[in-house]
């Protein structure tokens, strides 16, 4: 039973969630901790002093403690990417310093940004499936982080397709190959080391097959049922923590039987069917078919959450708004009635043993430039320069007067003698 004090924090933190247009529903776990709740106590009030700490999530200004997972939506809306919701993608931070990327879906690069973390951090990334909306931002993350200074491979982990070019393999070497232009015209402009890209493909039928397993951290998949066979799901375990993906899936025996127990498992809940008919123009038979065949309705998701009782269900992959998140809800409600929160992006929680988790919203920096990296730069080889053809060149109006005048300033400014180019 709550306490009188958890139940007002509990009414109190509903009342300020609603007014915020928050997206959290929990039955009897309060929004806010008890423990946190204790530790903010307002101060005497005051016209000058500084408030209490808000129950927001500024990126960049907290410290991870050395037993604590926070995990941050990136994405979680639909292939449509929108301004309020990117396509799939969730960050895991460790207290022990490891990042893990799980999916990147079109638009998500600009939320891992907003982060305000280095790039050198953001080197590993598990893919569930190839559609667009779970790997579309791959490109972002692969170039910004060449620019951004990451001087390692990109790492990434995917499953095998039923034939070698459905597979995670083909896609990242074609995406290469696509991005040809793209890598031969920054050679000798700035250091490509980073372009080189680590490609870990795994069995997709692998059932609860350890695929990553380094310092203290062990990551899982088990098989997803989604559009074509290939689509899997992760498992990852640190710190005596579980953290549960589907990327997408139609409610299977995987996963009900390897998720257990998550401390935070993160399913997948599509639009519901009525929504996709009657906001969508979607014909009932196709809204049936792929709202709870192909994917895991929300009525759906709730029977898969009572199955494996996570300490918190989150959902994602549909429209979170103010006329389908009552719709939602409700269906989920008829088979669940744990802790939940309907994710809508930059909803961040903070996981840890022993804890309530803590659910909040992280407030954004429009004008986050990428943070300076950890790794000193090293200078672009202009003997890479691949260069222009002689009727390109022609074309050239070189100003050389203006532009011999911005090198003489920056040296000066600098302490540089970098020649202009003649
Ligand atoms: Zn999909
Ligand atoms: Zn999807």
Redesign the pocket.
Known sequence: MMSRQRKSIGIIGIAIGLAAGLYLITTETPLVSTAYAEETKSPAPSPIKALAERDVYYPGSEDLAADEMRVIACGTGM?NARPKQA??CWLVELGNGDKFIFDIGTGSGERLSAMKIPYDYLDKVFIGHL?A??FGDLDALWVGGVLANRQRPLRVWGPSGSEERLGTKHAVKHMEEMFAWDYASRQGNVNTVGFKIEVNEFDYRAVNKVIYEENGVTIRTIPAIHALDGPVSFILEWNDLKFAFSS?TFPNKWWMEHTKNADIAIH?CFIAPNDLVKLQNWSVEDALNVGTQVHTSPAQFGKVMSEIKPRMAVAY?FFNDFNTREGVLTLIRKTYDGPLALSVDYMVFNVKKGEDIRVRMAVIDEDIWGLPSITEKKPADPNERVGFSDFITSGRVPYPEIVEKVYEDTNKTFGTNVPAPK
């Open positions: 292939p396509a799939a559609h909306d779970h997408d997948e992959h």
